[in-house]
């Protein structure tokens, strides 16, 4: 389940810097050393754009015409299960791997065919990719000599960086002698203390444990908003998308499934992969029976008519669908309630409740044998009904979306990733 | 003596208490393979230590040649060790004809060992081949491989001597260099490549930078296995070297006569300095590690 807390806390992060999101083309140094008291320059321009770029190995499609937008100083996920093209993507940023077809722009400019040393792009890899037989300092310091900076000034900014990164004082240790959330945090530096206009990160916090996972998401959030730099970042973990991203894409066999903020794409999943893959969804089988003032009815394949606000059907002319409501959106009431105006009304049994501290979560089997999970917050005062109990599962219809049904199955293996 | 030391390690207090049994039968099996490792060192290293012994043996008669029974101590071939002019210029030849090979073949080695493990057909055209003629190289009798060289010079009416000795010397050591550094290569993280571009150095600043430091170990125990070679070579450099004698190949033209003492002066010498090596690279990999 996402940390709404978390994310709470991170967009007030955001909204006290919108003015970090100014695009420089110079590279300036004051970009870092006084990044807050920089002037607002929020440019709409994109910073980097997929124009439908196609990634094919030999006759797999990695990437299958990919379009896609990312906006100057904007912290953007890529979000999949392993194999989905996120990675591949990443790299044909990075100049790693060169597109099939299409092209990729960055600032406005064509960068498809340059090799990754001629693009103003700098990585965080998945292992880290620290040079061994250097130590931290000529590590971070490798980029800067190759673009000829003068060594008092590398010295000057390797510093700066290693105290930004937190590691004062670690510059001649070796890579081995490092933890690996230390590892993380010089590869972060090396790439950072280069200036890029764009920072791209894959996977970097796979390798760490949870909570020192959660401590970087905090310190990489903090970063980003203090460089003003754009990151890119290739994850299979939703909980770190939503938590972080100021916008994300949810990406699946080569293609996006869903884009845009994690609410707006956790509210209102546009397909049934992403109602899956991105939180838990209650999704049941259904046609539209009648469309009218901008409220759309299903009739699902159980007999129940429920009700979605018209914006949220993605196409009116699907006849089958699946409509869906997220778990914590659903109230449980007491057996006998009647449908509150606005709202849609299920019928069922309480099969499981399980207690998990900060709330009780319910499966409930709905008359038609549909089972439904419910989330409810432990607050105290609510309906807290037990297993075998009969109750009545209601919601508002704003919190009701529909999706066009997978065709298959989607398996588990997938959403899980690894 | 280590190896003596490290075999009790095995024992257990604990399960030796209950059981008497097995103990014993465990005392008498730990002198099993100290003994053996003991008499396998000294199977290797007797040869080695009679020319050593030996090139501290006097010698008596008119003629300076070696004789196997023991004559009393000198060090007095250590002194004159360059009083044999035919031996000392073998010497030094050999050097040579070992310091050249060996460049040449490490950096030829090198990088055909880079090119196999990077790259992959279609790009790669033949690679199968290239591995093919390298295994040929290593497996091949050295006889073949001189005397086909020597016709192949003869056809090509190339005088014999030392651009002919340095051709087939880096020729047989390209394929030991290249299994060696490959050995090395493959372990290679690719990405530590893919960060040095994207940190903005070039291919060839990539090699320098990053490739090369990383596979050095290998280099420079491929090097040292070129230079092992390129030395004692007798086979090949008798058949190549027509006029130029290399060391080897004096020395078994003296055994006709009798060998001066001096030719165990430099076999210990070369002895020496390979233990030298042998002894510093040991300390070189622990410190690594």
Redesign the interface.
């Known amino acids: 389940m996402p940390d709404w807390g978390l994310e709470e806390h991170w967009q007030s992060d955001c909204n006290r810097l919108p003015s970090m999101s100014g695009r420089s083309e110079t590279r300036s140094e004051s970009r870092f050393g006084h990044a807050r008291g920089s002037k607002a320059n929020s440019s709409e321009s994109a910073d980097v754009r997929f124009e439908h770029i196609t990634k094919r190995f030999g006759d797999a499609y990695a990437v299958a015409d990919l379009n896609l937008e990312v906006h100057a100083g904007e912290f953007f996920s890529l979000l999949g299960p392993s194999g989905c093209g996120k990675t591949t993507s990443l790299r044909m940023l990075?100049?790693?791997e060169e597109p099939t077809e299409g092209r990729v722009l960055i600032g406005g400019e064509d960068v498809t065919d340059l090799?990754?040393?001629r693009r103003d792009?700098?990585?965080v890899?998945?292992?880290y990719?620290?040079?061994?037989?250097l130590d931290v300092y000529q590590n971070v310091a490798?980029?800067l000599r190759?673009?000829g900076v003068d060594k008092s000034e590398i010295k000057r900014r390797v510093g700066e960086m290693l105290e930004m990164v937190d590691l004062p004082g670690f510059d001649r240790r070796q890579p081995a002698q490092l933890s690996g959330g230390q590892q993380q945090r010089v590869a972060l530096a090396?790439?950072l203390v280069?200036q890029p206009k764009l920072l791209l990160l894959d996977e970097p916090m796979s390798a760490l444990d949870a909570k020192l996972r959660r401590q970087m998401q905090v310190e990489l959030k903090r970063i980003q908003s203090q460089v003003g730099i754009t990151f890119i970042y290739v994850t299979h973990d939703q909980e770190e998308a939503m938590t972080m991203s100021d916008r994300l894409a949810v990406m699946w066999h080569g293609k996006i499934e869903g884009m845009g903020t994690p609410k707006d794409v956790y509210d209102n999943p546009t397909s049934e992969f992403v109602a899956t893959f991105l939180g838990a969804s209650n999704l049941l089988g259904g046609k539209i029976v009648r469309s009218e003032d901008n409220r759309t009815t299903v009739l699902t394949d159980s007999g129940v008519e429920i009700t979605v606000p018209s914006e949220r059907v993605p196409d009116l002319s699907m006849t089958s669908v699946k409509v869906g409501v997220r778990p914590e959106k659903i109230d449980l009431v007491p057996e006998g309630s009647e449908r509150a105006p606005g709202h849609n009304i299920l019928r069922g049994r309480v099969r499981v409740s399980t207690f998990t501290g900060v709330g009780n979560q319910y499966i409930v089997e709905t008359e038609s044998g549909v089972e439904v999970t419910v989330y409810a917050q432990n607050i105290g005062t609510q309906f807290a009904p037990r297993s075998g109990d009969n109750v009545v599962l209601t919601w508002p219809e704003e919190h009701t979306f529909t999706v066009r049904p997978l065709v298959g199955n989607i398996e588990i293996n997938e959403l899980e990733g690894d | 003596m280590s190896i003596a030391d490290a075999a009790p390690i095995e024992v257990q207090p604990g399960a030796v208490d209950r059981s008497p049994t097995p103990r014993r039968r465990r005392h008498a099996g730990r002198f099993i393979l100290p003994t053996y490792s003991w008499l396998v060192i000294a199977y290797l290293v007797f040869p080695i230590a009679m020319m050593i012994l030996y090139s501290f043996n006097k010698v008596v008669g008119g003629m300076q040649l070696v004789s196997f029974t023991w004559l009393g101590f000198t060090t007095q071939w250590y002194h004159q060790w360059s009083s044999v002019p035919g031996l000392t210029s073998a010497f030094w030849l050999s050097i040579r004809l070992a310091v050249v090979s060996t460049v040449l073949a490490t950096i030829i080695g090198t990088l055909l060992a880079v090119a196999l493990v990077r790259y992959h057909p279609p790009r790669f055209r033949g690679k199968t081949a290239i591995e093919q003629v390298l295994f040929l190289n290593i497996a091949a009798p050295e006889i073949v491989m001189g005397s086909s060289l020597l016709g192949l010079f003869v056809m090509l009416n190339i005088n014999r001597g030392f651009l002919t000795l340095v051709l087939a010397h880096v020729m047989f050591c390209i394929a030991y260099v290249t299994v060696t550094v490959r050995a090395r290569m493959s372990g290679f993280?690719r990405?530590?490549e893919?960060?040095?571009?994207?940190?903005?150095?070039?291919p060839l600043?990539t090699f320098t930078?990053?490739t090369l430091?990383?596979i050095m170990p290998g280099v420079l125990a491929g090097a040292l296995m070129a230079f092992a070679l390129s030395i004692d070579d007798f086979v090949t450099s008798y058949f190549v070297g027509g006029s130029s004698i290399p060391f080897p190949v004096w020395v078994y033209g003296a055994t006709r006569v009798g060998i001066p003492p001096q030719v165990f002066v430099f076999g210990t010498g070369i002895f020496a300095v390979g233990i030298f090596f042998a002894v510093l690279s040991i300390f070189v990999a622990k410190k690594k590690v």
Do not use: I, K, M, S
């Not at chain 1, 990719?129 to 037989?133: D, G, K, R, S, T």
């Not at chain 2, 893919?194 to 070039?202: F, H, K, P």
């Open positions: 990075g100049g790693f090799p990754p040393y792009v700098n990585t890899f998945q292992t990719a620290l040079f061994p037989h490798f980029g190759r673009q090396r790439a280069n | 993280d990405a530590l893919e960060a040095a571009y994207d940190l903005g150095a070039r600043v930078r990053v430091p990383l």
